[in-house]
């Protein structure tokens, strides 16, 4: 079974030339899509922006808006413009990020506030006119997944285990997109590296009570992290079968949080 | 000595034009390319690309609405357009018009200054460590406004103005504030066609309020709007004739005491769009 596969990490360390190398590279690779995350120093849909004049047919994904950043007229008109000038290239994710990465007070109820965010961003009739983007929705917890699953044209998992993916299948139906980061540590010290990554994760209550739900902690970095070239190849098999319709990188080797191109570059696109 | 980009909008053209455009005003030696943000496109995920595809040319925005994103995401998408394009970003914001920032984001700014103030003051605290210098400039006509910008900014875009008025903002902002002006040209040798240009670009803000009391603190009355702009209104905001006249009335505005002049050429169609011919026209006698 055959799934797109693409490359997700936060770029904010980036330098502007090895950001576009960054993109020409994995477009030559083959790889399908590139999503850009974090945007806690750099905002997302600007730093997507700077990368589609160097490429040409290179998918993009904001991997993920924050809708605490921005009432949703913007993100449509960010949304439409990264839209209108990659000609159809731009799929947009939407999350509610972590109360403990967002500013005092603003993280409230964080399902009715998505719905409410969604409905306002379909409805703005805002932003230069322009294929319509795919809306993915960062869901790990079953209200944010049936939300979703409502609304949106699919769910992008993180730090998810296989064995969840197939549960998130059942939970949003057959028609919905299920993108799925992997990361990924190669080398000689490719475990204490997936564990460190995880280590790093688990460092955030949100994300240590999430695993805690699945039964995972830190020495779960087996289930989480592949850490060979078979592991991979294995692990986007086993996804693929579990529902996955879109497998997502992020290299958790190299400068970790740092994308590392080597890696990506070392796998099969 | 003053400095000259282009104001303008690019939005609607084909991608491959909307490079070429970027890449032919840094060609003709411009400084930089300024665009507002209302409900057309992100003015940073443009100026993001257009970073992307000059190297020299340095860019602005005139202006993003404070009501827009919250400060530390406006200090997000600053520092992501510093850090791009190498130090070539000025981020210019503005408290827009009460009626637009309510229908677009729901909110009513009944006191623009407080509000730009606090706004300001969240902007200055989302800073981080090891960022860039971003210079930030704020759309300003009246005093309250001018003296926030000169206390907090870097410099203030008034838009819609008279070298008389820009002296008048001189003599609040101080010295060490830039003063940055957005200011429409048209350069045809038939001054019948530049004047008429002229009029239909003015008739557009005749029902705009913050700009009819700015115009009216520069002089101008009722009759100079209704129910068309006046010659002598006119004459006085839009700098037109031939390149040599449009040049000299352009130095006027130096004189006055503006140090940027960002170039709106109403000759192009739809007009809005900056129009290669008439920068190419102005270049040689602007830009020695």
């Given amino acids: 079974m055959s799934v797109p596969l693409s490359v997700t990490g936060s770029f904010d360390a980036f330098e502007p030339g090895e950001l576009r190398t960054f993109a020409t590279e994995i477009e030559s690779a083959g790889y399908t899509r590139l999503w850009v995350g974090g945007g806690f120093e750099r905002e997302v849909l600007s730093q997507l922006a700077f990368v589609v004049p160097v490429t040409r047919t290179l998918r993009f994904g904001a991997g993920i808006v924050s809708i605490w950043t921005r009432p949703a007229v913007t993100t449509r008109i960010g949304a439409m413009s990264l839209s209108r000038l990659s000609e159809g290239r731009f799929d947009l994710g939407l999350g509610v990020s972590l109360p403990e990465a967002v500013e005092d007070g603003v993280w409230a109820r964080p399902v009715a506030a998505m719905r409410e965010y969604v409905n306002a961003y379909r409805g703005a009739e805002a932003g230069p006119d322009a294929p319509e983007p795919r809306l993915y929705l960062a869901a790990l917890r079953p209200r944010m997944l049936a939300l979703a699953s409502e609304l949106a044209d699919g769910v992008a998992l993180y730090l998810t285990p296989v064995s969840r993916v197939a549960e998130v299948r059942e939970l949003v139906g057959p028609d919905k997109e299920i993108v799925v980061s992997v990361p990924v540590a190669l080398g000689r010290d490719a475990r204490e590296r997936a564990r460190r990554y995880v280590a790093d994760h688990v460092a955030a209550p949100t994300y240590a009570a999430i695993l805690g739900g699945l039964g995972l902690g830190v020495e779960s970095f087996g289930e989480l992290v592949a850490t060979s070239p078979a592991q991979v190849a294995e692990r986007v098999e086993a996804l693929a079968a579990a529902g996955a319709t879109e497998i997502a990188f992020q290299s958790a080797g190299g400068d970790w949080p740092k994308p590392h191109l080597e890696t990506f570059l070392q796998l099969p696109a | ?288």
């Fill in chain 2, 1 to 288: 000595m003053a400095t000259f980009g282009v104001y303008g909008a690019i939005e609607e053209m084909p991608v491959d034009a909307m490079t070429e455009r970027l890449q032919s005003i840094e060609e003709l030696g411009y400084d930089s390319f300024w665009v507002g943000e209302n409900i057309g496109m992100d003015a940073f995920v443009q100026l993001a690309f257009a970073a992307s595809v000059t190297t020299r040319l340095r860019f602005g925005t005139a202006i993003v609405p404070i009501w827009s994103r919250t400060a530390a995401t406006m200090r997000a998408s600053s520092r992501a357009l510093a850090d791009l394009s190498g130090d070539r970003f000025t981020l210019g914001v503005g408290a827009s018009h009460p009626a637009f920032a309510e229908q677009t984001w729901g909110v009513r700014p009944d006191a623009p200054v407080t509000r730009m103030r606090e706004y300001l003051a969240r902007y200055a605290e989302a800073a981080q460590e090891g960022d860039r210098r971003v210079p930030l400039y704020i759309a300003a006509l009246r005093p309250r406004m001018l003296e926030l910008a000169a206390e907090h900014a870097d410099g203030v875009l008034p838009y819609l103005v008279t070298p008389e008025r820009i002296a008048e903002m001189r003599s609040v902002v101080g010295t060490s504030t830039k003063i940055g002006a957005a200011l429409a040209v048209s350069v045809d040798d038939d001054r019948r066609v530049a004047l008429r240009r002229a009029r239909e670009y003015l008739g557009v803000y005749r029902e705009a309020d913050v700009y009819r009391t700015s115009l009216f603190a520069c002089g101008f009355g009722p009759d100079d709007l209704d129910p068309e702009p006046s010659e002598r209104l006119v004459h006085a905001i839009v700098a037109l004739g031939s390149a040599a006249e449009v040049t000299e009335r352009l130095r006027e505005f130096v004189e006055a005491g503006a140090d940027q002049l960002n170039l709106m050429t109403l000759d192009g169609d739809p007009w809005y769009e900056p129009h290669p011919p008439t920068l190419a026209a102005l270049a040689p006698l602007l830009l020695r």
